[in-house]
Structures are given as structure tokens and as C-alpha cells.
């Protein structure tokens, strides 16, 4: 959010690039790309399901900001194998 509002005030920075795994655990994404089901809700960890909400609330609040400012976000495709729940 701290890029972001900095881009905001600079004329030659109109977007910043985030990695979702700087928003998440490694190994909580490779585990939601082994079972799609559990971003659907069906899960027996509920730690996990409260963690990948707050993943998807970080996600929110970044874009959320960065469209208030009027600064594009780009998403690093990052790993093959974590590509689903990024």
C-alpha cells in the first residue's frame, strides 16, 4: 500500500506488480492448487480456510487502493505449479 501510494504521486509510475506469495504461504497455495475443492469451502482445516481468506483480503485491500488512486496492479504469474489459487 506504501508502493502504492507512492505511485499515486509520481507521473511515470502508473502501476506497481505484486507476488502473491508475499500476500501468502508457499505451501498454502500449492495446497489450494492440489485441491481446487478447498476454494469452493469444502476443506476440514479451517485454519486454512481462515488463512486463505485473509490472503484474498489482502488481495482486495491492495486493489481496492490502487483503483482509488488511479494506479494499475500486475499480478506475477509466479510458480506453474501454484497457478490456480494465484
Known amino acids: 500500500?506504501?508502493?502504492i501510494n507512492y505511485a499515486a504521486t509520481q507521473t511515470n509510475i502508473p502501476f506497481i506488480s505484486i507476488?502473491?506469495?508475499?500476500?501468502a504461504r508457499f505451501?498454502?497455495?500449492?495446497?489450494?492448487?492440489?485441491?481446487?475443492?478447498l476454494r469452493?469451502?469444502?476443506?476440514?482445516?479451517?485454519?486454512?480456510?481462515?488463512?486463505?481468506?485473509r490472503v484474498?483480503?489482502?488481495m482486495y485491500a491492495i486493489c481496492e487502493i490502487a483503483s482509488e488512486k488511479n494506479i494499475g496492479v500486475l499480478v506475477d504469474a509466479?510458480?506453474?505449479?501454484?497457478?490456480d489459487p494465484i
Open 78 to 83: 509466479e510458480e506453474s505449479w501454484i497457478q
Open 1 to 3: 500500500i506504501r508502493v
Open 56 to 58: 484474498r483480503e489482502r
Open 27 to 37: 505451501a498454502l497455495l500449492q495446497t489450494l492448487n492440489e485441491a481446487p475443492r
Open 19 to 23: 507476488k502473491v506469495t508475499g500476500l
Open 40 to 53: 469452493s469451502g469444502i476443506h476440514d482445516h479451517e485454519a486454512e480456510i481462515d488463512e486463505w481468506d
